[in-house]
């Protein structure tokens, strides 16, 4: 792409050279003459560092000598859309590798790729330009909407269904049984998992992250939300359009997460809590099995609870070891004194 298609896609205000060559992105330290970089000032008055890049996307009101300049209001933000298409991953021919297992009932519509030792089974179906990578597997009946990506290993069991533009990452699995066990007497029974999965479109799931199935009714995930690596979402929860949660986020059985909530790496929630909308959870954070936080609020610790509140509890924290050799300081003054 040029740098002037670059600026109209992201609504920049283009200085320099419009028809440069743009090849792909690097940081503003190490990009090249043929490169895009971006920069955000951290200090006003600051101006953009020396590079190499032949083109920057930066705010409204950098100017500098040198590389072609994009301005934009959300130099961040634009950058991000830059990306996806000066780095559009290459398309695959469609056709179906000679090492994958097709079953003879399942549906594949036009311009899909299946990779080689994949797995499709009976009755299954992907829709029209989706992706299936190496040693992916779909169960009996799985469903893959248009224009998916499902990498490497993702394995999608029977009764799931995957909106349009959903992207599984690498060992995800979406529909293996839930958590879901009855105590006999002295032993545990397996309690048979019947239900679901059923996520929107544009959903992304990261790499080796699972999505249990639910145990009667469906899971269920809304448009636009975005999964991890190695985060987990029990049976039977239901999470809302948009949301984001960063590493190793567990969800027991029956969460409920509302539209547009953030929960922040290795954040626990306990069976049957609800995350309201809007919510920014922090990380490492425990929300208790039956707690809600409500919406819009900013939550942190364990058990979590309001950010201020929770920040001036660690303060309190913070100063004991001054409390106690004051304690200390005082005790002895107290002997010292009666001992007179």
């Given at each position: 792409?040029?740098?002037?298609?670059?600026?109209?896609?992201?609504?920049?205000?283009?200085?320099?050279?419009?028809?440069?060559?743009?090849?792909?992105?690097?940081?503003?330290?190490?990009?090249?003459?043929?490169?895009?970089?971006?920069?955000?000032?951290?200090?006003?008055?600051?101006?953009?560092?020396?590079?190499?890049?032949?083109?920057?996307?930066?705010?409204?009101?950098?100017?500098?000598?040198?590389?072609?300049?994009?301005?934009?209001?959300?130099?961040?933000?634009?950058?991000?859309?830059?990306?996806?298409?000066?780095?559009?991953?290459?398309?695959?021919?469609?056709?179906?590798?000679?090492?994958?297992?097709?079953?003879?009932?399942?549906?594949?519509?036009?311009?899909?790729?299946?990779?080689?030792?994949?797995?499709?089974?009976?009755?299954?179906?992907?829709?029209?330009?989706?992706?299936?990578?190496?040693?992916?597997?779909?169960?009996?009946?799985?469903?893959?909407?248009?224009?998916?990506?499902?990498?490497?290993?993702?394995?999608?069991?029977?009764?799931?269904?995957?909106?349009?533009?959903?992207?599984?990452?690498?060992?995800?699995?979406?529909?293996?049984?839930?958590?879901?066990?009855?105590?006999?007497?002295?032993?545990?029974?397996?309690?048979?998992?019947?239900?679901?999965?059923?996520?929107?479109?544009?959903?992304?799931?990261?790499?080796?992250?699972?999505?249990?199935?639910?145990?009667?009714?469906?899971?269920?995930?809304?448009?636009?939300?975005k999964l991890d690596n190695l985060v987990h979402v029990g049976h039977n929860c239901q999470i809302g359009r948009?949301?984001?949660?960063?590493?190793?986020?567990?969800?027991?059985?029956?969460?409920?997460?509302?539209?547009?909530?953030?929960?922040?790496?290795?954040?626990?929630?306990?069976?049957?809590?609800?995350?309201?909308?809007?919510?920014?959870?922090?990380?490492?954070?425990?929300?208790?099995?039956?707690?809600?936080?409500?919406?819009?609020?900013?939550?942190?610790?364990?058990?979590?609870?309001?950010?201020?509140?929770?920040?001036?509890?660690?303060?309190?924290?913070?100063?004991?070891?001054?409390?106690?050799?004051?304690?200390?300081?005082?005790?002895?003054?107290?002997?010292?004194?009666?001992?007179?």
């Open positions: 792409m040029t740098a002037g298609e670059i600026a109209a896609l992201v609504e920049g205000e283009l200085v320099g050279d419009a028809s440069l060559e743009v090849t792909s992105v690097h940081s503003l330290e190490k990009a090249g003459k043929s490169q895009l970089a971006f920069w955000e000032r951290k200090r006003r008055g600051r101006d953009l560092p020396a590079t190499n890049a032949g083109c920057v996307i930066v705010d409204r009101r950098t100017r500098a000598a040198g590389p072609t300049l994009i301005h934009s209001s959300h130099p961040r933000r634009a950058f991000a859309k830059a990306i996806r298409a000066v780095m559009a991953p290459a398309s695959h021919p469609a056709g179906i590798a000679p090492s994958a297992s097709v079953a003879s009932s399942a549906r594949i519509a036009e311009g899909v790729y299946i990779g080689p030792l994949a797995v499709i089974g009976a009755g299954a179906s992907v829709g029209r330009g989706s992706v299936l990578g190496p040693h992916v597997y779909l169960g009996a009946g799985a469903v893959v909407g248009r224009d998916c990506r499902l990498h490497a290993a993702a394995k999608v069991h029977g009764n799931v269904r995957l909106g349009d533009r959903t992207t599984l990452h690498a060992g995800a699995v979406v529909g293996a049984d839930g958590f879901g066990f009855v105590f006999e007497t002295d032993h545990y029974e397996n309690f048979l998992q019947v239900g679901g999965v059923e996520i929107g479109d544009d959903v992304e799931i990261g790499a080796n992250s699972c999505v249990d199935r639910g145990t009667l009714d469906d899971t269920r995930i809304g448009s636009g939300t948009h949301v984001v949660m960063a590493a190793q986020v567990g969800l027991s059985g029956g969460v409920v997460v509302e539209d547009y909530a953030v929960l922040g790496g290795q954040a626990g929630i306990g069976e049957r809590a609800r995350v309201g909308a809007k919510v920014q959870l922090g990380g490492q954070s425990g929300l208790l099995p039956d707690k809600t936080l409500d919406a819009g609020g900013a939550f942190w610790g364990t058990p979590a609870r309001p950010l201020r509140e929770q920040l001036s509890r660690q303060a309190l924290v913070n100063r004991l070891p001054r409390l106690r050799d004051e304690v200390s300081r005082l005790r002895r003054r107290i002997e010292e004194l009666e001992a007179s």
